[in-house]
């Protein structure tokens, strides 16, 4: 079985500072990680994903995310946030162990708060 | 919100009835999915196809039915037999998902049971 925890419902972060969204996983063989950005009653937007290879992945807005395989996380950073980054971030996961892994499993979201 | 549309944005049902929610995608995409969205639950898989004439369940299936006669279009049912229909619903689509690729997601439908 895969899973994902999102560890924080909500992070507050003042607009300038460096901002980090949690994500750890469970996964049988490798993982395959995303992260996606939600804005209110919209469908998702992929930013970033980790297949293999370099584990610090840059991805869309200036995101990136560093993978790490001994502490099983996979977190969400920017260097600088924006009001307009205010959102609902998730992280999904998927196991590339073997036929009839195709599914995703998303963590719950982390609504991300920035403050002018 | 790429090239996946979903109709109708709002929907809204009577108990007992069953409704059909609308997903289109242009991307010429193999694989599509429909999710649930409930407030703090994240997205769960109802259902998902891979290739045409083809679906599988996903985590949470009873009470709902789907279709996949065209590579364009995959709606799905909500019938009477799901016992708490309320949620925003998603539609996605990816090239193949048989390959780590990204899903495209469309806008949404938020159906709510009277």
């Known amino acids: 079985a895969q899973s994902v925890a999102q560890p924080e419902d909500q992070v507050n972060v003042a607009e300038g500072n460096p901002l980090t969204v949690k994500c750890t996983y469970s996964v049988s063989g490798n993982p395959y990680l995303f992260w996606y950005v939600q804005y209110p009653n919209r469908g998702l937007q992929f930013l970033l994903k980790y297949i293999t290879g370099d584990n610090l992945v840059k991805g869309s807005y200036g995101f990136e995310a560093e993978f790490n395989k001994s502490q099983t996380s996979f977190h969400l950073k920017k260097p600088s946030a924006l009001v307009s980054d205010s959102a609902l971030y998730f992280c999904a996961v998927r196991d590339n162990s073997g036929a009839g892994s195709y599914q995703l499993t998303f963590g719950k979201g982390t609504k991300l708060s920035v403050i002018p | 919100d790429g090239g996946i549309t979903q109709s109708p944005k709002y929907l809204f049902r009577k108990e007992g009835q069953n409704v059909t929610l609308s997903c289109e995608q242009n991307?010429?995409?193999?694989?599509m999915y429909w999710y649930r969205q409930d407030p703090g639950q994240g997205l769960r898989l109802i259902y998902y196809?891979?290739?045409?004439?083809?679906?599988q369940k996903g985590d949470i299936a009873e009470g709902y039915s789907v279709s996949r006669e065209k590579k364009e279009s995959f709606p799905l049912t909500v019938t009477s037999a799901q016992k708490n229909p309320t949620a925003f619903y998603l539609c996605?689509?990816?090239?193949?998902?048989?390959?780590?690729?990204?899903?495209?997601f469309g806008p949404g439908t938020r159906l709510t049971v009277l």
């Open positions: 996605a689509s990816s090239i193949h998902s048989g390959v780590p690729n990204e899903q495209f």
């Open positions: 196809s891979q290739i045409v004439n083809d679906f």
């Open positions: 991307l010429n995409h193999d694989a």
